[in-house]
């Protein structure tokens, strides 16, 4: 079926409104998206929806609907119409979900990690493989951040090693530990929804029995061998006394999460307890690694 997409530019006190209002006009589905890349932080379970300071509110309507009385309507409620910015755009009919899964290939990360989702061949069988599909939480192998994180992983010895996942998101750093010789990982996260998607995705994967899971109000105290904390910079820097916890006695670390001109003040922070490595980076992120002094 072809569809009409309409976008119109709202901050963040007016987009749940617009919202609303597109709902009200006929939409079948609104969608809100950053339109300056400015990252917020993930709300915790129950706090306020926040939204970004420059929104783009899309809205998304069959293509035989009547636009023109959409604008208008908008218009005539707006209280400011000749400021009132918006664009319509006709969507190619295409089969969507094959669409969204031919945009996602196996992805290898060092020298034996492959990333596969479930419908694509596994590039190598004799490599370590972990079967993730896009899903509920973050973490799929494509944002710079992840890739670092796997490829620093993929580099240890971790055989009969215990592992902290930091914000464990999709599960997708815990897995990969586990599937390279990990004994124990532990993975922590504030959202209850990244808690489940790691659960499910550790048992497509075969590892569930040696992946513990738990919101920050119930983490485990433990010394770990290996952390990986990949976040952002800001959380890594109010929690580091926190994160820091977890690394034992020459322990590894690594932070990610971070942009190019963060990387020094957490260079600096997370020396205090460790020897920091050279700096990794990937497009414009970095990743930050140690080992406990």
């Known amino acids: 079926m072809p569809w009409i997409q309409l976008r119109i530019s709202a901050d963040e006190d007016t987009a749940e409104k617009y919202s609303d209002w597109l709902m009200a006009s006929g939409s079948q589905a609104v969608t809100f998206i950053d339109a300056k890349d400015t990252p917020i932080y993930e709300p915790l379970p129950g706090d306020e929806v926040i939204y970004w300071q420059n929104t783009v509110v899309m809205g998304l309507y069959d293509a035989s609907h009547d636009m023109d009385k959409v604008i208008a309507y908008l218009q005539s409620i707006h209280p400011d119409k000749k400021a009132m910015r918006f664009k319509l755009e006709q969507l190619e009919d295409k089969d969507w979900e ?10 290898k990360f060092g020298e034996r990690l492959w990333i596969c989702p479930s419908w694509r061949d596994v ?24 890739a670092l ?17 930091f914000g464990c998101g999709s599960g997708i750093l815990s ?10 990982v532990i993975g922590i996260d504030i959202d209850p929804q990244a808690l489940q998607a790691s659960k499910a995705n ?18 485990p105290s433990i010394q770990a061998d290996v952390v990986v904390a990949n976040i952002l910079a800001g959380p890594l820097r109010e929690l580091a006394p926190v994160i820091m916890q977890f690394v034992g006695e020459k322990g590894l670390l690594a932070l990610s999460g971070v942009l190019e001109n963060q990387a020094q003040e957490l260079q600096i922070l997370y020396g205090q307890w460790c020897e920091m490595d050279n700096i990794a980076v990937q497009e414009e992120w970095v990743r930050l690694s140690g080992t406990r002094k």
């Open 123 to 146: 590039p190598d069988p004799t490599a370590v493989n972990v079967m993730l599909d896009p899903g509920l939480a973050f973490g799929t192998g494509t944002h710079p951040t992840t």
């Open 202 to 219: 550790a048992e497509r994967n075969g590892v569930e029995d040696r992946l513990s899971l738990y919101l920050p109000a119930d983490q």
């Open 98 to 107: 094959r669409e969204w899964m031919d945009n996602f290939h196996p992805m």
């Open 149 to 165: 994180c796997l490829t620093w992983l993929d580099s240890l010895n971790l055989t009969g090693k215990t592992v902290v996942d």
């Open 175 to 184: 897995l990969a530990a586990l599937k390279l010789g990990a004994e124990r």
